[in-house]
C-alpha cells in the first residue's frame, strides 16, 4: 500500500505569493517524514524533517510543514515563492516496520516571474 | 570539500553490456544507498549497505549487482539482465531515519 501520496503532480505560483505542497501518510505508528528538494538533473537536498518532536517544523530556504496527525498530513509551505524555489518536491516517510524510506510520486513546483 | 560524488555524470550502455556506476563519500557514514528515479515516479531502492562487505536487496534488485569492500566506496553495476536501464541514478548515504544526503546522479541511456 502506498505509504506516502503527494496529492498535486504539478503546482504553478507566481512569484512573492504562498507555496503549499500537499502530502498525506498513511504510517499506523509515530512516523518520521521528510521533505526533499530537488533541482534538476541534480541529487535531493533535505529540506526539513519531523520526528515527533514539534508539530510545527522549519526547514531551509523559509520552508516549513505542518504534521496533523488527525489529518494524517504533512503539508509543505512557504510564505513567499521565490524563482529559485523551482524544482522537484518529494515528500518521504520512514517506516519502523519496514525499515525502509517510502518516497512520494513528487510534486513539481513552477515559480512564474 | 564534504559530500557524495558520482560518476560519470551520463553513461551510454549498449546492448548486452554490463556498465559500472561509481559513488563515493567522505561522509565517514556506515551505511549507503542506491536509488533509481523515472519520470514522475519516486525514487525506488535498489540495493543498499549497512556496513563494509554486507549489503541487502532493496525492491529492485532484479538486473543490478553491487558491492561494498570500502567504507567510502558503493559501486553499482547494471547487468544486461536489467533490460529497461535507462533512468536516474541516486547514490545516497546516512541513516533512513535520519538525513540522507545525495550525491549528484547518472544519467544512464542506452544507445
Known amino acids: 500500500a502506498q505509504s506516502v501520496t503527494q496529492l498535486d503532480s504539478h503546482v504553478s505560483v507566481s512569484e512573492g505569493t504562498p507555496v503549499l505542497l500537499r502530502c498525506n501518510y498513511s504510517?499506523?505508528?509515530?512516523?518520521?517524514l521528510f521533505w526533499y528538494v530537488q533541482h534538476p538533473n541534480k541529487g535531493l537536498q533535505l529540506l526539513l524533517k519531523?520526528?515527533?518532536?514539534?508539530?510545527l517544523v522549519k526547514g531551509i530556504n523559509g520552508f516549513e510543514a505542518e504534521f496533523k496527525k488527525s489529518e494524517t498530513s504533512f503539508h509543505l509551505t512557504k510564505p513567499s515563492a521565490h524563482m529559485s524555489d523551482a524544482a522537484e518536491y518529494f515528500c518521504?516517510?520512514?517506516?519502523?516496520?519496514?525499515?525502509?524510506?517510502?518516497f512520494g510520486t513528487g510534486t513539481r513546483l513552477t515559480v512564474i516571474p | 570539500d564534504g559530500g557524495i560524488t558520482q560518476s560519470p555524470k551520463y553513461l551510454f550502455r549498449k546492448e548486452g553490456q554490463n556498465v559500472t556506476l561509481s559513488c563515493e563519500q567522505n561522509?565517514?557514514?556506515?551505511?549507503m544507498y542506491w536509488y533509481r528515479q523515472d519520470p514522475g515516479q519516486g525514487l525506488r531502492l535498489i540495493y543498499y549497505?549497512?556496513?563494509?562487505?554486507?549489503?541487502q536487496k532493496g525492491d529492485i534488485a532484479e538486473g543490478y549487482s553491487v558491492s561494498r569492500e570500502k567504507k567510502e566506496s558503493f559501486p553499482l553495476t547494471v547487468t544486461s539482465a536489467q533490460k529497461n536501464p535507462t533512468a536516474f541514478y541516486l547514490c545516497?548515504?546516512?541513516?533512513?531515519?535520519?538525513?540522507?544526503?545525495f550525491g549528484p546522479g547518472t544519467r544512464l541511456l542506452v544507445l
Open positions: 518521504v516517510d520512514y517506516q519502523t516496520g519496514a525499515n525502509n524510506l517510502f
Open positions: 519531523y520526528t515527533s518532536a514539534a508539530t
Open positions: 549497505s549497512q556496513i563494509v562487505n554486507d549489503f
Open positions: 561522509l565517514n557514514h556506515d551505511a
Open positions: 504510517s499506523s505508528y509515530s512516523p518520521s
Open positions: 545516497a548515504s546516512g541513516g533512513l531515519r535520519e538525513t540522507q544526503y
